[in-house]
DNA sequence: TCTAAAATGTAGCTAAGGCTACATTATGTA
DNA sequence: TACATAATGTAGCCTTAGCTACATTTTAGA
């Protein structure tokens, strides 16, 4: 027997629809960006490191077979993000370039500040890598400013 | 003239390949759930607040059509998370209650948090929405630590 | 310089999770 | 009770992002 439409027994506060509609909406927006920032990342990682990006190491460092990399870059040149020329390294654009640095940086705060909590190392780093993508530039000043205190 | 492999000019703290493989490995982990965490989340706020949890409620508060509704629910009653008979309301399995119940704290305490940072509340909810699906326990429990001073 | 091994590329498959367009079933009200 | 409308379901499409198996190209070392 279910009840009128307009009961609220709520006993915790209920998300209005239109507020969790848009919540997820932009969870959705962040998931779509995430690979490109991720790739973007690592290529700007592995340039620093070893003077250039290979699609190896790249999926050596993503955990996805050098297949999946292919594939990836393939979308992410089309986007504008990088250049790469067959059996050559890859080249981030000043576009991907850009985007490297806003991700590398923010990827840095989110794993102090999680540090900063008292959350061991290796669990930051985990925990930081999925929510990186999913903190807003009003959160993240929230950490910043939570770290220089 | 790209720089030997062994190369290391790194000005900030590179992260291991296997370590960073690793963590972004537990990302993907943390993306094959988080739709079936969403859903019976919905489903329990949903049957609490109207008595039932029908598929345009869902598809509303979701953001989603009820075409999207429809496909992720047979996905999620094939494994095992709720019960639906064609143009009845949506069920939660024992299964779907304890994983609503374990999301809708998590939900709240990261909220919560993120408030407690200074964070206003909209923007609490909406990166929440997101974030809350890569919070370990541990790093779950430093967020409670926080709370509780 | 040759050639085996490493790196890279391609073909073709799967699953999730979106969508529009259309079909069918329930339901509330005249 | 009839029937218009709301709710639900189905068909068929797309993109992303994974994979294995196999083909091709580079490259390093004998
Ligand atoms: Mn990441
Ligand atoms: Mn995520
Ligand atoms: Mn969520
Ligand atoms: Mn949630």
Redo the contacts between chains.
Sequence with gaps: M????T?????????S?P?????????RR??ATETAE?YVE?IA?LT?????ARVV?LA????VTHVTVNHTLARLQREGYLSALPYR?IFLTPHGQRLAKIC?QRH?VVVAF?QA????P??????????E????P??LA??A??LAQ
Tied chains: 1, 2.
């Design positions: 279910p009840l009128p439409k009961a609220r027994a709520a006993s915790r506060p209920v998300r629809a507020l969790q509609a848009a919540s997820l909406r932009q969870t962040a998931h991720d690592a990682d620093l490191a070893m003077g250039e190491d050596r460092r993503l955990g390294a590398q840095e999680l909590l008292g959350v061991p290796k669990i930051a780093e985990r925990d930081a890598e999925g929510i993508h999913h903190v807003s009003r959160t929230a950490f400013r939570h």
